[in-house]
């Protein structure tokens, strides 16, 4: 239970607390006639001021919230490694594989060589059959 409230924190944040939301009104640009370009007076404003991220070919709503739920999983992550718990909990094993997978100077020293058996056996597949 307590895993799937902090997965809908994660993703839903303030809705899950109860906090009320509502539409932007200040993406919208109110000099536009809205039968004349509803698109543009419903988004306008917003579209003016907003800068697309260099490393992205788009940018709106869903790759907002896709960065907000990606942050707040990472938080989540974190506090889990900061206090990993009793041996044998999830919060245990949380903090072993995130600790694990953040330690890039364990993972270079062991290279290629985690993988080299699945490799080999790939390398002898002579068939698709």
């Known amino acids: 239970m307590k895993r799937l ?3 809908a924190l994660a993703l839903f944040g303030g809705v899950a607390l109860g906090e009320t939301h509502a539409p932007d009104l200040s993406g919208m640009d109110a000099g ?9 007076y419903a988004n306008g404003a917003w579209i003016k001021t907003t800068e ?3 490393d992205r070919a788009s940018y709106g709503n869903s790759a907002i919230l896709s960065d907000v739920t990606t942050q707040r999983v990472n938080e989540l992550l974190k506090a889990a490694a900061a206090q990993p718990g009793r041996a044998g909990t999830e919060a245990q094993q949380i903090s072993d594989y995130y600790s694990s997978f953040m330690d890039e100077a364990a993972i270079e020293a ?20």
């Open 5 to 7: 409230v902090l997965c």
């Open 32 to 40: 536009v006639a809205p039968g004349d370009d509803f698109f543009a």
């Open 52 to 54: 697309i991220p260099a």
């Open 110 to 129: 062991k290279g290629a060589k985690p993988v080299t058996d699945a490799l080999k056996r790939i390398d002898e597949i002579f068939s698709r059959s």
